[in-house]
């Protein structure tokens, strides 16, 4: 999963207006030319590889439509510079004449084979014809888009998928604001460890969108995400090229490009101070600089992960853990809403913590046909993240 921001990447504190919502309740375990199928019914596919089932989406409530977007074609992802990942964004159109609210969001994976994950950006009327132009003028289904939705503005983030995600269902009352000629970007990870990096087969996946009547106003959450360096350095049988540093961050830089390059020596600076701290486990703080209610959490790391957590000020007398997954599992990655809702004052420490087990790799078919590395940040799936998603609504707003 890749940070919602416009480059270069930048940490998000609590009440930033950078990102917005991802879900906020319940969650069960393009234009230019190339525009998505759209019908108000439920999604249709024709599967190729692992096909996935989506559970019914819940009943639509007072003002609420269901509006279902697919890919106009098949896509069949081919990893660049030589790597394993591609991760490819499509642009799609809502055709909104009037101000609505995205209330929910059901990612259907259509070959789940190849499908690692999936985030929905909103583009805003301003940034609408660069998004139909950039379209337009790549060959194909969508664009290449390491780090972001590539637009070049900033990229809202109002949704997104996981194993282990379902529908983001929004609670009454609250909705990402979608201005008339509002445009999305579907944003997928496609990963092609089980083929080597060859083509796996083609994807046609779907989304349907949950609208809301834009003419009563409702409260707007924001995501917040919250990251932590990864140093993860090779276990003591193991030996290669990229278990340098050095190489595996340059490595990381030539397939995915060089502001997914320095994301990792940016965490360093701004956690740890400059000087990488390897080990299994890694921490950072972020300061929230504005008073919040946190709603929901979650958090995203990759194959080798263990563990990961979020505790509000941590080593104080009122601390307390948001988020604690002892046994991290990729194949679950659902949100987890707090209830009650949590409040936070500015000047509040939010604690994201990791823990990784390199050993992992050779147990996992993915992980083990890949030579030994030392794991820093980055897109593929055979690198890692540590990365705590916070859902609030900035006090006041």
Known sequence: MTRGTSTPRRLIGIGAALCAVVLVAACASGAGGKRAAATDGPAASQPSGRPYSAPPAAPLRAGERFRTLQLPQAYTPAAPAGGTDEYRCFLIDPQLTSQAYLTGTQFVPQNTAIVHHAILFRIGPDQAAAARSLDASTPGEGWTCFGNAGIGGPSVW??????GANETLLRPGVGYL??????????VHYNLLDTGGKPGGSDRSSIRLRLADGSQPLHQLRTNLLEAPVEVPCAADESGPLCDRAAAVADVAHRFGPDVGQVEDELVKQCDNGRPVPGPTQQCDHRAPSGATIYAVAGHMHLLGRSISIVLNPGQPDARTLLDLPQYSFDDQAIHPLDPPVEVKPGDTLRVVCSYDVGLRKLLPELK????????????????????LVIAVPTGS
């Open 178 to 187: 979608m201005p008339a000629g509002s445009l999305l970007v579907l944003q």
């Open 369 to 388: 046909p890949l030579p030994p590395r030392y794991v820093v940040w980055g897109d593929g799936t055979s690198d890692e993240m540590c990365l705590g």
């Open 158 to 163: 109002v949704g997104h998928w996981a194993p």
